[in-house]
């Protein structure tokens, strides 16, 4: 999400707000986005990953749309403790998971479960 008031036409750094627990965007925050300027950032997406990854996933069948890709698959959603009006589900997790691995600069991977 973007920072209140932030220009959408000239977006800095920390105007990109992770969804999910509302921390800027920084080098050491690595991002990935969804659609309509949803992010969430590295550290919500080891949570994330690590609960809904396993078969079958830690968490429940999700209701209302994932706020990564806005649709309603019917799949197990994460909700953030802290933002709980965003939730991602287990495909945008996984799909997500491959982009912070594949970027040199995040520097992260996968949480063994
Ligand atoms: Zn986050
Ligand atoms: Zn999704």
Same mark, same amino acid.
């Given at each position: 999400? $973007?920072?209140p008031?932030?220009? @959408?036409?000239d977006?800095?750094? #920390?105007?990109?707000l992770?969804?999910f627990?509302a921390?800027?965007?920084t080098? #050491?925050?690595?991002?990935?986005?969804? $659609?309509?300027?949803?992010?969430?950032c590295h550290a919500?997406?080891a949570?994330?990953?690590?609960?809904l990854s396993?078969?079958?996933?830690?968490?429940p069948?999700?209701?209302? @749309?994932?706020t990564m890709?806005l649709?309603?698959?019917?799949? @197990? $959603?994460?909700?953030?403790p802290?933002?709980?009006v965003a939730?991602i589900?287990r495909?945008?997790?996984r799909?997500?998971?491959?982009?912070?691995?594949r970027?040199?600069?995040?520097d992260w991977?996968r949480p063994?479960a």
């Amino acid at each position: 999400m $973007h920072q209140p008031g932030a220009n @959408p036409n000239d977006l800095r750094m #920390e105007d990109v707000l992770c969804d999910f627990c509302a921390a800027a965007w920084t080098p #050491e925050r690595a991002m990935v986005e969804g $659609h309509r300027g949803s992010c969430i950032c590295h550290a919500c997406l080891a949570v994330a990953y690590a609960d809904l990854s396993p078969q079958p996933a830690r968490q429940p069948i999700g209701q209302g @749309p994932c706020t990564m890709c806005l649709e309603d698959r019917g799949e @197990p $959603h994460w909700r953030s403790p802290v933002r709980d009006v965003a939730r991602i589900c287990r495909r945008c997790a996984r799909m997500a998971a491959v982009v912070l691995e594949r970027d040199p600069d995040a520097d992260w991977s996968r949480p063994q479960a």
